[in-house]
């Protein structure tokens, strides 16, 4: 229990992350969890709507066919269950609901332009920093100018909502 009440230095933790990430890339390829999430939103709209009606979408058609054995889905769903039992067992988990609609309505924008950005690049937010930059791949930072140049306009518009 004591790991979990102490966190680990960044530039360790990065190191780490780096050396275990080009063992992954030369066993799997490229690790994209956006397509994993991506996944597991094909499947819930095709139990949603059927597969006659999603396949009117040229994406889901051509590009992305909702199916179980696509085995990101786990990466995917490890990670979430993973980052459950890490808060719980160190005590750091609570559930947070917005209070105003101003917020749901923030949390809703930011999360469809994040998902609409996966899509367009075909990668993950975290695979493109801890995958690419490592590998001292131009899109990585690129990638990741654009991450933090959106989390700080994200984070003052924010403020000047709370601040009105």
């Not at 059927?50 to 994406?59: C, L």
């Not at 889901?60 to 890490?86: C, D, E, N, Q």
């Not at 923030?106 to 609409?116: A, D, E, K, N, R």
Request: aromatic content about 16%; glycine content about 12%.
């Amino acid at each position: 229990m004591e790991f979990f009440k102490k966190s680990l230095d960044p530039i360790v933790a990065l190191a780490i992350i780096a050396v275990f990430d080009i063992f992954l890339f030369q066993i799997v390829g490229a690790w994209t969890v956006g397509g994993g999430e991506t996944m597991i939103a094909g499947l819930f709209v095709k139990a949603l709507v059927g597969a006659k009606e999603m396949n009117r979408i040229p994406f889901w058609r051509m590009v992305f066919k909702p199916t179980w054995a696509y085995w990101k889905i786990y990466i995917s769903l490890g990670m979430g269950f993973g980052a459950l039992v890490s808060a719980i067992l160190s005590k750091e988990f609570y559930w947070r609901v917005p209070k105003h609609l101003s917020e749901w309505v923030m949390i809703t924008i930011g999360g469809l332009l994040m998902g609409v950005g996966i899509r367009l690049s075909f990668v993950c937010n975290v695979s493109t920093f801890l995958g690419l930059t490592p590998e001292m791949n131009l899109g990585g930072y690129l990638a990741v100018s654009g991450l933090v140049i959106g989390a700080w306009v994200g984070t003052w518009v924010y403020k000047k909502i709370l601040e009105a």
